[in-house]
Protein backbone atom coordinates (compact mmCIF):
# COMPACT_ATOMS: atom_id res chain seq x y z
CA UNK A 1 0.00 0.00 0.00
CA UNK A 2 1.06 3.67 -0.51
CA UNK A 3 -0.07 6.96 0.56
CA UNK A 4 0.65 9.93 -1.70
CA UNK A 5 -1.14 13.24 -3.26
CA UNK A 6 -4.57 13.52 -4.47
CA UNK A 7 -3.75 14.28 -8.43
CA UNK A 8 -7.04 16.27 -10.16
CA UNK A 9 -7.90 12.49 -11.55
CA UNK A 10 -8.66 11.06 -8.34
CA UNK A 11 -10.73 13.56 -7.18
CA UNK A 12 -13.79 12.04 -8.80
CA UNK A 13 -12.76 8.62 -6.98
CA UNK A 14 -12.43 10.66 -3.86
CA UNK A 15 -16.19 12.25 -3.88
CA UNK A 16 -17.16 8.54 -5.16
CA UNK A 17 -16.20 7.35 -1.47
CA UNK A 18 -17.30 10.80 0.77
CA UNK A 19 -20.63 10.48 -0.60
CA UNK A 20 -20.87 6.62 -0.50
CA UNK A 21 -22.21 6.47 3.37
CA UNK A 22 -25.22 7.31 5.17
CA UNK A 23 -24.09 11.01 5.83
CA UNK A 24 -22.37 11.79 2.39
CA UNK A 25 -25.35 10.61 0.17
CA UNK A 26 -27.68 13.00 1.77
CA UNK A 27 -25.05 16.30 1.41
CA UNK A 28 -22.93 14.98 -1.53
CA UNK A 29 -23.31 15.40 -5.43
CA UNK A 30 -21.63 12.53 -7.04
CA UNK A 31 -21.70 12.12 -10.69
CA UNK A 32 -19.93 11.90 -13.82
CA UNK A 33 -19.20 14.30 -14.51
CA UNK A 34 -17.85 15.38 -11.39
CA UNK A 35 -19.73 18.96 -10.47
CA UNK A 36 -17.28 22.09 -10.95
CA UNK A 37 -17.19 23.12 -7.53
CA UNK A 38 -15.28 19.87 -6.37
CA UNK A 39 -12.44 20.76 -9.13
CA UNK A 40 -12.11 24.25 -8.04
CA UNK A 41 -12.20 23.18 -4.02
CA UNK A 42 -9.33 20.51 -4.98
CA UNK A 43 -7.45 23.30 -6.89
CA UNK A 44 -7.81 25.16 -3.84
CA UNK A 45 -6.62 22.84 -1.39
CA UNK A 46 -3.64 21.73 -3.77
CA UNK A 47 -2.83 25.57 -3.91
CA UNK A 48 -2.27 25.52 0.16
CA UNK A 49 0.55 24.50 1.67
CA UNK A 50 -1.07 24.13 4.93
CA UNK A 51 -3.47 21.48 3.11
CA UNK A 52 -3.20 17.89 2.36
CA UNK A 53 -5.08 15.81 0.80
CA UNK A 54 -4.16 12.18 0.44
CA UNK A 55 -5.13 8.97 -1.07
CA UNK A 56 -4.33 5.15 0.03
CA UNK A 57 -3.69 2.94 -3.04
CA UNK A 58 -3.53 -1.08 -2.79
CA UNK A 59 -0.94 -2.58 -4.59
CA UNK A 60 -2.94 -2.69 -8.26
CA UNK A 61 -2.80 1.13 -7.67
CA UNK A 62 -6.80 1.10 -6.74
CA UNK A 63 -7.44 4.14 -4.69
CA UNK A 64 -8.90 2.50 -1.21
CA UNK A 65 -8.61 5.38 1.24
CA UNK A 66 -8.50 8.86 1.23
CA UNK A 67 -8.27 11.75 4.18
CA UNK A 68 -7.12 15.36 4.62
CA UNK A 69 -4.83 16.82 6.70
CA UNK A 70 -4.51 20.94 7.75
CA UNK A 71 -2.35 22.26 9.45
CA UNK A 72 -3.37 25.62 11.35
CA UNK A 73 -1.33 28.05 12.94
CA UNK A 74 -2.16 29.42 16.11
CA UNK A 75 -0.82 31.61 18.91
CA UNK A 76 -2.09 29.55 21.61
CA UNK A 77 0.27 26.86 22.84
CA UNK A 78 2.80 29.15 22.32
CA UNK A 79 2.47 29.62 18.48
CA UNK A 80 2.52 26.06 17.76
CA UNK A 81 0.74 24.60 15.09
CA UNK A 82 -2.58 21.68 15.14
CA UNK A 83 -2.97 19.36 12.72
CA UNK A 84 -6.96 18.30 11.64
CA UNK A 85 -7.50 14.94 9.98
CA UNK A 86 -10.64 15.04 7.92
CA UNK A 87 -12.92 13.32 5.26
CA UNK A 88 -11.53 10.12 5.91
CA UNK A 89 -12.90 7.31 4.13
CA UNK A 90 -12.09 3.93 3.17
CA UNK A 91 -13.87 2.18 0.19
CA UNK A 92 -16.77 0.42 1.34
CA UNK A 93 -15.65 -3.12 0.24
CA UNK A 94 -12.25 -2.60 1.96
CA UNK A 95 -13.44 -1.64 5.67
CA UNK A 96 -13.06 -3.87 9.01
CA UNK A 97 -9.07 -5.35 7.18
CA UNK A 98 -6.95 -2.58 9.59
CA UNK A 99 -6.76 0.14 6.70
CA UNK A 100 -8.48 2.72 9.01
CA UNK A 101 -5.79 2.17 11.58
CA UNK A 102 -3.02 2.25 8.89
CA UNK A 103 -4.42 5.63 7.68
CA UNK A 104 -4.42 7.23 11.01
CA UNK A 105 -0.79 5.83 11.82
CA UNK A 106 -0.06 7.37 8.85
CA UNK A 107 -1.74 10.94 9.37
CA UNK A 108 -0.12 10.76 13.37
CA UNK A 109 3.39 10.35 11.55
CA UNK A 110 2.66 13.67 9.45
CA UNK A 111 1.72 15.77 11.87
CA UNK A 112 4.77 14.98 14.05
CA UNK A 113 6.95 15.65 10.67
CA UNK A 114 5.30 18.70 10.34
CA UNK A 115 5.71 19.81 14.10
CA UNK A 116 1.73 19.68 14.93
CA UNK A 117 1.51 19.77 18.30
CA UNK A 118 -1.55 17.87 18.18
CA UNK A 119 -3.95 16.21 16.17
CA UNK A 120 -7.74 16.63 16.06
CA UNK A 121 -10.81 15.70 14.36
CA UNK A 122 -14.87 16.30 14.58
CA UNK A 123 -16.83 13.77 13.77
CA UNK A 124 -20.94 13.33 13.60
CA UNK A 125 -22.39 12.22 16.55
CA UNK A 126 -24.20 9.38 14.68
CA UNK A 127 -21.15 7.92 13.63
CA UNK A 128 -20.88 5.35 16.79
CA UNK A 129 -18.65 3.01 15.31
CA UNK A 130 -16.20 5.94 14.10
CA UNK A 131 -16.09 7.43 17.71
CA UNK A 132 -15.61 3.89 19.16
CA UNK A 133 -12.29 3.39 16.64
CA UNK A 134 -11.09 7.27 17.32
CA UNK A 135 -11.45 6.24 20.91
CA UNK A 136 -9.14 3.10 20.33
CA UNK A 137 -6.62 4.77 18.93
CA UNK A 138 -6.26 7.50 21.89
CA UNK A 139 -8.40 10.16 21.00
CA UNK A 140 -10.04 11.60 23.57
CA UNK A 141 -13.71 13.27 23.74
CA UNK A 142 -12.05 17.16 25.10
CA UNK A 143 -14.12 19.46 23.84
CA UNK A 144 -17.78 20.35 22.55
CA UNK A 145 -17.68 21.18 19.48
CA UNK A 146 -20.70 23.33 17.78
CA UNK A 147 -21.50 24.11 14.30
CA UNK A 148 -23.37 26.84 12.84
CA UNK A 149 -24.62 25.69 8.94
CA UNK A 150 -25.27 28.58 6.58
Known sequence: ???????????????EMIADDELGKTREN?????????LIAFENIQADPNQELIILENENFEIIGTLQLSFIQY????GRIRAQIEAVRI?????????????????INRAI???????????DKKRQKAIKFYEDLGF???????KMHF
Open 1 to 15: MKFRKVTETDVAKIV
Open 30 to 38: YQIPLPTEY
Open 75 to 78: LTYR
Open 91 to 107: RKDKRGFGIGKKMFEWA
Open 113 to 123: ERNAHLLQLTT
Open 140 to 146: KATYEGM
